[in-house]
């Protein structure tokens, strides 16, 4: 059983323009969780989704970031116009059952932002 | 506020000898502990967790921990440390506050180093 995947592993890009990141979780889980690391620092919660619904965003910036985890395909996690404190480890997480009921989360390798 | 706290930043130990990162944690209610553990560049693989049911949970790799209602601790522990479990290790905790308790809560991070 594969695990979670992300992609792409790295990526660099210039102040205002468009980062996507994408997620695959593992098979026949529907709950998808992204988290960021910034440098130095632990892992903090963006959002959680499930299959075409975000349950909790609260931890997602009011602007410039969004999240989709549609029906067919990926999970994408969205960034509009960055900057340079968007530089970051972005992680992306997935759970068979929702963490309220008990189930652990598996995590990707996670996606390397670097923004010039 | 939910949250965990990794008091140490770094533990060195002598391979052979029994290991230790301490975890404390703050939460309202029953709290969900989980203990994951972090190569460089690579995502966090999950240890162990409590849920519910004895103090002692036993996880991957030879890990142990113990849930310690009264000192509200839950420490990372092995009887006998191997170089290769050197990496960063994160406690976490289910924040049942936001968001229908579906998130999780990290520490800051405890750097193991083991010694030949």
């Not at chain 1, 979780?25 to 619904?53: A, C, D, I, T």
Request: net charge positive; with cysteine.
């Amino acid at each position: 059983n594969a695990g979670v995947m992300q992609n792409p592993r790295h990526l660099v890009r210039r102040r205002g323009q468009e980062a996507r990141l994408r997620c695959s979780p593992m098979k026949g889980h529907s709950h998808v969780y992204w988290y960021r690391q910034l440098p130095e620092e632990g892992l903090k919660f963006m959002v959680y989704l499930q299959k075409e619904n975000i349950i909790d965003e609260s931890g997602m910036p009011k602007e410039r970031f969004s999240a989709e985890f549609p029906k067919e395909g990926p999970s994408i996690l969205r960034i509009q116009q960055v900057v340079r404190g968007d530089s970051a480890a972005y992680f992306c997480a997935s759970s068979p059952r929702p963490l309220a009921g008990g189930s652990e989360q598996y995590f990707g390798p996670g996606t390397r932002l670097t923004v010039t | 506020a939910q949250s965990v706290a990794q008091p140490e930043d770094q533990v060195n130990v002598a391979e052979g000898n029994p290991l230790t990162v301490k975890c404390t944690y703050s939460v309202s209610g029953n709290p969900y502990l989980f203990w994951y553990v972090q190569y460089p560049n690579r995502g966090l693989q999950f240890l162990l967790k409590y849920i519910t049911g004895d103090n002692l949970v036993k996880g991957s790799y030879g890990f142990e921990a113990e849930f310690n209602k009264s000192q509200t601790s839950f420490h990372l522990k092995k009887p006998s440390a191997l170089v290769s479990d050197s990496a960063l290790y994160f406690c976490a905790v289910r924040d049942i506050l936001a968001g229908g308790g579906n998130k999780l809560t990290f520490g800051t991070g405890t750097q193991l180093k083991v010694e030949l």
